[in-house]
């Protein structure tokens, strides 16, 4: 007996994808609440737990006191979608999830990059990424950015098509 999410009329899951996407959304909920960078100058050792949402959305870093209102929050609520989706079967959920995980990664990144970089130039556009070289990105950042990527392209191969 096979439980009716993996056979039926619709396109059936894919249980092998289905479980590799939802530890993919895993990686990426676990990953938020990790150090992202290690120290290297002004720039502190520092994850995305006390960095405000609502600031980073409009472009500029804050800190925040509540871990509610912070980006972690934001990208690990992302990477329990994306199980979700996953486990359901909903590929638009767990795509949304992981493109949304990795474009907030990818938003904070920058944004430290930019912030440590010109701290007395908020409207600079000079950006220079040897102020954050790879050796500096620790295990929050790679296992977010991961399993955002591996997620979101796993994703696609969540149904099967229906024969005939």
Request: proline content about 5%; glycine content about 12%.
């Amino acid at each position: 007996m096979t439980l009716e999410l993996f056979s039926g009329t619709r396109a059936r899951i894919r249980p092998q994808v289905a479980a590799f996407t939802a530890l993919c959304g895993v990686a990426a909920a676990a990953g938020s609440l990790l150090t992202w960078v290690s120290a290297r100058g002004p720039r502190p050792a520092m994850g995305m737990a006390h960095t405000s949402l609502a600031r980073m959305l409009v472009y500029s870093f804050a800190h925040t006191g509540s871990f509610w209102r912070s980006a972690a929050f934001a990208i690990f609520i992302l990477g329990v979608v994306m199980v979700i989706g996953a486990l359901a079967g909903v590929r638009t959920l767990a795509v949304l999830a992981g493109l949304l995980a990795l474009a907030g990664a990818g938003m904070w990144t920058g944004l430290v990059v930019h912030y440590f970089n010109t701290p007395g130039l908020p409207n600079s556009h000079y950006l220079n990424p040897a102020n954050l070289p790879w050796g500096d990105l620790r295990a929050g950042a790679w296992l977010t950015i991961t399993g955002a990527v591996l997620g979101l392209v796993s994703a696609f191969w969540l149904r099967r098509r229906p024969a005939g």
